[in-house]
Nanobody
Framework: QVQVVESGGGSVQAGGSLRLSCIVSKYTLTNNCMGWFRRAPGKEREEVAAMRNGGTFPEYADSVKGRFTISQDNGRNTAALQMNNLKPEDTGMYYC????????????????????WGQGTQVTVSS
């Protein structure tokens, strides 16, 4: 059974940093994607960052470009999301997912629903 487990959420003041981690087990990541999504209260889910396994071109939502960095450790089936200069609007539940790419991209929105998801980790940024 595929498992996706996130860790590293927490509370931080605006301008601070957090690092989220994700580990995927029993899933072949070769040529597939790992992505980070978030859902803020009262808002739709947003895909914030994604990266193809073994790839060199991470993809980001405009809202986090220059502040968030996604990385992967292919050998360990793990991914991380380094979040710097956090803003109150970054508050939300963050989810890691493993899924197939679509059209050569890993920023696939609802297409990722066909993949495997973790339970989420809460990030709270206070002003």
């Amino acid at each position: 059974q595929v498992q996706v487990v996130e860790s590293g959420g927490g509370s931080v003041q605006a301008g601070g940093s957090l690092r989220l981690s994700c580990i995927v087990s029993k899933y072949t990541l070769t040529n597939n994607c790992m992505g980070w999504f978030r859902r803020a209260p009262g808002k739709e889910r947003e895909e914030v960052a994604a990266m193809r396994n073994g790839g060199t071109f991470p993809e980001y939502a405009d809202s986090v470009k220059g502040r968030f960095t996604i990385s992967q450790d292919n050998g360990r089936n793990t991914a991380a999301l380094q979040m710097n200069n956090l803003k109150p609007e970054d508050t939300g539940m963050y989810y890691c997912a493993a899924y197939a790419p679509y059209g050569g991209s890993c920023m696939v929105g609802d297409w990722a629903d066909g993949g495997y998801w973790g339970q989420g980790t809460q990030v709270t940024v206070s002003s």
